[in-house]
């Protein structure tokens, strides 16, 4: 094996098991939005008015758990797993952000919050800044964008879910 080939696969080996942090700490995520607090539920249903039951709730977060997974296995597939990294780094840098501007406005503690700003803002911040330099600007521009824009997806979903769930 060239230097080459042994740094490409390096390359994917360790962007797939960085990818993988996602997942992981979106398990803890569901979990403390699920226990802490009366539940993030409880917080849409008393702050926006969203009826969401705690088992729809996890359904809904079932479905974006499985999404994930299998956008990683696809990514990989098609040796390209640095794109929805990038993606993921956006997604959950926002999403953290999302919680802590939430927790500070409403002066009081969201479901989500400690993971928010425990895991996924260093996790996001560091993804973003680490793969910065992998890629070229305009595709790491798009990916980043791309984040955003499930975010915005993402909370149309949750306004929404009790007339869909």
């Known amino acids: 094996m060239t230097s080459d080939q042994v740094n490409h696969l390096f390359s994917i080996t360790s962007t797939t098991l960085w990818s993988w942090l996602f997942p992981i700490t979106y398990l803890f995520h569901i979990a403390e939005e699920f226990w802490g607090g009366e539940g993030y539920s409880a917080f849409l249903l008393k702050q926006r008015g969203i009826q969401l039951s705690p088992t729809r709730f996890l359904l809904v ?77 305009a595709r790491y521009w798009l990916c980043v964008a791309l984040g955003i824009a499930i975010n915005g997806f993402i909370e149309l979903i949750t306004s929404k879910a009790g007339h869909f769930f």
């Open 61 to 137: 977060q079932a479905i974006g758990l499985a999404l994930m997974i299998v956008g990683m296995i696809l990514a990989r597939r098609l040796q390209s797993p640095k794109l929805l990294t990038v993606i993921l780094g956006a997604v959950v840098l926002v999403n953290g952000l999302n919680h802590t501007i939430l927790s500070l406005a409403h002066r009081e503690y969201i479901p989500g919050l400690i993971t928010s700003i425990l895991l996924w803002i260093p996790l996001g911040i560091a993804t973003l800044v680490g793969f910065r330099a992998t890629m070229r600007g």
